[in-house]
């Protein structure tokens, strides 16, 4: 007991003396809140920012995405002085965002008639705000080594032929179509019934099963068929190459049972809220006149995925080597 | 996705087994051979009829059809979401607490973590943190866990995380918080009152198993995307511990001081205040410990919903598949489980330690917390003052080398061991899970049922029959019959497989001290790194297959079951081992006819902990092939059109999830009995 008191006492002291001496040491050094630290906010107080406000940019989980929402919300910061608050959530989150004012712009959309005609059309509590300039393919895809070792594989008329080569521990002794996550729009189930396959849709359940198993197919030369989409930044990892389906024509999807056609192109498009919209500010402008090229997007996802910058730093890196674009959606 | 129900320490029955052992032996053994029986010809019945019967009844659905049940929910939630701005419930009720939650949220974030409005950092910096959390957990538990609060908190600093791991760290408090404000007092009640207890059971196991994704994008639509959805989502998984643990802990006060407080004239109040509360204390805190755990656990879940903090690292690093990242970010995660989990513990002990310390001590430790106090303000104030104290200094560099050597580690994995891991695969697939998935998916749904309801009854007696025969009728009301039966088939596979492993690792635990020492971080560690984590490597292992998420279940599962075998394993005895040994039995028949058969109780324990844990991982199964019901509900989450049937296959892991609770806990019940 004595001793223990000894050590306290002993601790005491020592706590004294370190905080006399931080405070002595600490008299010294810059002080938060001056204009060397705080210049990132005051620059943003200038005169455009009470114009601007805030700008809340939903951003949906997959790296194409992320590419166009950090540009957007870089020169929303740079050029027009918002303060932007990007919102990491699933489409479907984000689109019912527009009802309570949380999410402002959706800036990439694909398709979802479903979501369309629910928020726009019935709740009208969100509108079109033009075309994105990206073209979205979906479809199926194999891994690079299986096209060039057999490139009749690439028709579908043939995949049949391959059935059991694709059979695997999960597919029931059919060959295994593999789909990714639930949130993208598949026809697949329909398709395989439609076509009178030999396949089973596997469900892997999220992009990241679905990547990694065309990575490990590609490498271990493995045999592996499923679902994917470009622009994609693994495209530039791996390029996985397209099997033709029965050419898509106006209409042939209209009936999700009866689908037999490929996947129509999409053209991406953004959404912002109605409010937003209305609301005059000049992130909405930007969010309407931005558009870009597959190529465009894929650099910027590129800079996040492989060379794994910051969104911040990708979307800066681009914006400055292409100011003439830039220009055109802030003016 | 850690939804677990995390048990009470239910302490273990006295031990009076060796008195009475010699006697009771004969009728157990007579009545276990029966039992033993009717279970195998309950088997061969099932067996002999699927043969006949296969494929007819199955009631199968397809992965987008829906049945009527899963329509009307979609349609309710949409009406939800169209009325939200016009409904008086939404106007004066939600979005007020609503507004109270956020701003609680909004204020510790402003302190720790977020920059408020006219400041571009938060209130307090990293080193007033550090020294407020070295403080605290100086003054509620010891030096030690101080050091070690204070060290895990640099560390945080050093790996670049600073900020995001006071995100979840503010989050985590606030869930806490709210979650306590209610739970101690809910716990109380069900303490005292028999039949609040018995209200409130079932809503416990409803909140703890119900997979968070079911209800993260309907709580958008009540408080909506932000602070307070996350904090309520959290609420929502971790109070129940604390209800449960509070509830035991005034439960187990000795009757006989109760009654003396009584006769000594209290009135309920003062013998709840002064008898009750003072003498569960030590326990109140370990319900607060699993409540900030499970706080924890579910905050990275959140990131789903756009919470701050180390959540949204994993998540974002996945989307690039890029593993070190991810990995940094779990094992920040890791490292404030550990502290927090360690500081609670020392309070707790404390709690105990501190009414039996002499008075001289006690003055002298006045003067010291409040010298302590007096440093702690000084390092805040610096914090608030000055950069160097309030932005942790350097970039971070140690989190990229945990980084780049998670990456190699996981590529090395990849590389040199994917050819045998595809063997094992393989064989495991088709000799038992195959074999058994098609038993319970192509038999008729009836007579699964009559099974289960037939297994429930002869291993929990009747009432867990009824329960199982309940449980079976509402999962075939949910519509995903077939799908929960393919679930059900993975499942208890995992189970198995988890408890081979609990059993051999628990049993040289409880043998070996040293072996606890070594293995027990481990296991902390793997309980509390976010799945989603270990995954990609996993997914390079074994592709997107049921098997992957079997691994992924068992990883999470096994390390409860090993703790509880492991102190079932040490319970027993020494004195009993000893006339063992001395009686001429090597260590084998040591372990298999003293030790094992002894902990039986523990072993049960272990098997309803492995199960429920195995369940909890069910949704992340359906992240990396598991299809059936995990998919499910992450397909509800994600799409509109099928929000129902998720809602709907959230609803059958709970079933499931229930039935086998009962009927592990009758079963327990019984051979402690």
Redesign the interface.
């Known amino acids: 007991m004595a001793r223990q008191t000894t050590q306290w006492r002993v601790g005491a002291a020592g706590m004294a003396v370190l905080a006399l001496t931080l405070t002595l040491t600490a008299c010294g050094g810059a002080k938060v809140g001056d204009t060397s630290a705080g210049s990132g906010s005051s620059g943003g107080s200038g005169e455009s920012s009470g114009k601007c406000g805030t700008f809340n940019l939903a951003v949906n989980p997959w790296v194409g995405y992320e590419a166009n929402a950090a540009v957007v919300a870089y020169v929303a910061e740079h050029n027009l002085g918002c303060k932007v608050t990007k919102k990491d959530l699933k489409e479907e989150i984000a689109w019912q965002g527009f009802g309570t004012g949380e999410v402002d712009a959706v800036i990439e959309n694909w398709g979802h008639d479903d979501l369309r005609k629910k928020y726009i059309t019935d709740q009208k509590t969100a509108v079109e705000a033009g075309v994105t300039g990206n073209e979205g393919l979906i479809g199926w895809y194999v891994p690079p080594w299986l096209a060039k070792a057999h490139p009749d594989i690439l028709d579908w008329n043939n995949l049949d032929k391959y059935a059991a080569k694709f059979k695997t521990s999960e597919s029931g002794g059919k060959g295994q179509l593999l789909d990714g996550d639930p949130s993208f729009v598949t026809n697949d189930e329909a398709l395989v019934k439609n076509l009178k396959l030999d396949f089973k849709v596997v469900y892997a359940g999220s992009e990241t099963a679905l990547i990694q198993s065309f990575r490990k197919a590609e490498k271990n030369k493995e045999w592996v068929i499923g679902y994917f989409y470009e622009p994609q930044w693994f495209m530039s990892e791996v390029p996985l190459v397209k099997v033709k389906l029965p050419e898509y024509k106006a209409g042939c999807d209209a009936d999700a049972e009866k689908i037999a056609c490929d996947y129509p192109v999409y053209k991406l498009d953004k959404i912002v809220s109605a409010k937003f919209a209305k609301s005059g500010s000049p992130a909405y402008d930007l969010v309407k006149n931005f558009t870009w090229t597959n190529d465009d997007q894929n650099t910027v996802a590129k800079y996040i995925a492989e060379d794994k910058m910051t969104p911040e730093a990708a979307a800066k890196k681009w914006v400055e080597a292409n100011k003439a674009k830039v220009d055109a959606w802030v003016n | 996705m850690t939804v677990a129900m995390e048990k009470p320490p239910v302490p273990e029955p006295p031990q009076q087994e060796t008195d009475t052992l010699t006697e009771a032996a004969p009728v157990a053994v007579v009545r276990r051979v029966s039992r033993r029986m009717v279970v195998g010809a309950i088997l061969v019945v099932w067996l002999v009829l699927f043969a006949v019967l296969r494929g007819t009844h199955t009631l199968p659905l ?3 059809d829906l049945t009527g049940l899963h329509r009307w929910l979609n349609d309710a939630n ?1 009406s939800i ?2 009325n ?2 016009s409904n008086p419930l939404f106007l004066y009720f939600f979005n007020e607490i609503r507004l109270v939650i956020d701003n609680l949220v909004t204020l510790v974030q402003h302190l720790i973590s977020q920059p408020s409005d ?4 938060p209130q307090i ?1 990293w080193l007033g943190v550090v020294g407020i959390a070295g403080f605290v957990s100086w003054a509620v538990g010891n ?1 030690r866990v101080a050091l070690l609060t204070v060290a895990g908190f640099v560390f945080f600093g050093l790996q670049g995380l600073w900020q995001e791991s006071m995100d979840t760290l503010a989050l985590t408090l606030s869930a806490v918080f709210v979650a306590l404000l209610f739970a101690i007092p809910l716990g109380v009640w069900a303490g005292l009152s028999n039949r609040a207890n018995k209200i409130m059971t079932p809503f416990l196991d409803f909140m703890q198993t119900m997979p968070t994704m079911v209800y993260l ?1 309907p709580l ?2 009540f408080f ?3 602070g307070a959805s996350a904090t309520i989502a959290t609420v929502v998984y971790a109070a129940p511990p604390a209800i449960r643990i509070t509830a035991h802990a005034i439960r187990s006060v000795p009757e006989t001081t109760v009654e003396a407080a009584d006769s000594l004239g209290a009135t309920r109040w003062q013998s709840l205040l002064k008898v009750l509360l003072p003498m569960s204390k030590r326990t109140v805190v370990m319900g607060v410990n699993q409540t900030i755990m499970a706080a924890l656990a579910m905050v990275t879940l959140a ?4 919470a701050p903090g180390l959540g ?1 690292t994993v ?2 690093a ?5 593993v070190g ?1 991810a990995f940094n970010a779990g094992l920040a995660i890791v490292v404030m489980a550990i502290v927090l989990d360690r500081v609670t513990t020392a309070a707790s002990a404390r709690a105990e330690a501190a009414r039996r310390s ?1 008075g ?2 006690l003055a ?2 006045r ?2 917390v409040a ?2 106090a ?2 702690t303000a ?2 805040v104030y ?1 914090s ?7 932005e942790f200094p350097g970039e971070g560099d140690v989190g990229s080398s945990v980084a780049s050597a998670a990456d190699t580690a996981s590529t090395w994995v ?1 590389d040199n061991l ?1 050819g045998l891991t595809n063997a094992f ?2 064989a495991l ?2 000799g038992l899970l ?1 074999p058994f998935q098609t038993l319970l998916t192509d038999s008729p749904w009836w007579l699964v049922g009559a099974v289960l309801v037939g297994l429930g009854a002869v291993l929990g007696g009747w009432r867990s029959g009824v329960t199982t025969a309940v449980c079976v009728g509402l999962l075939v009301a949910t519509g995903v019959w077939s799908d929960a039966m393919t679930t059900l088939a993975s499942t208890l596979v995992a189970t198995v497989m988890t408890l081979l492993l609990a059993v051999v690792v628990g049993v040289w635990m409880g043998r070996s001290p040293l072996a606890d020492r070594v293995i027990r971080p481990t296991l902390d560690a793997a309980q509390v790194m976010p799945p989603f984590v270990y ?2 490597p996993f ?2 292992l074994f ?5 992957t998420a079997i691994v992924a279940a068992i990883v999470y599962a096994a390390p409860v079951a090993m703790k509880i075998i492991a102190d079932g394993i040490r319970n027993v005895p020494a004195t009993t081992v000893e006339a063992a040994t001395s009686a001429g039995c090597d260590t084998w028949q040591i372990i298999t006819k003293v030790q094992l058969p002894m902990a039986r109780g523990a072993l049960t324990l272990a098997t309803n902990q492995g199960l429920i844990y195995v369940l909890s991982m069910v949704v992340v199964g ?6 059936a019901l ?2 499910d509900v ?2 509800g ?6 929000y129902g049937k998720g809602l709907a296959a959230g609803l059958a892991i709970v079933l499931l999830g229930v039935m086998f609770d009962r009927i592990t806990q009758a079963a327990a019940r019984r051979t402690s009995a």
């Open positions: 397809a992965a987008a949409d979401g169209a939200r701005n006219s400041r571009p950092l910096g030096w994008a958008t639509l909506l995307i932000g990131a789903l919903i756009d949204k998540f974002q996945l989307q690039s598949l890029d990242t002499g001289r001590l002298w430790r003067q010291l010298a302590g007096v440093v000084v390092l610096l608030h003052t000055y950069v160097w104290a309030a990849q994917s695969r393989d697939t088709n195959n995954l990609v997914l390079a592709g997107a297959t049921r098997f359906g992240l990396v092939g598991a299809g995990g998919y992450v397909a989450f994600s799409q509109g059109q099928l």
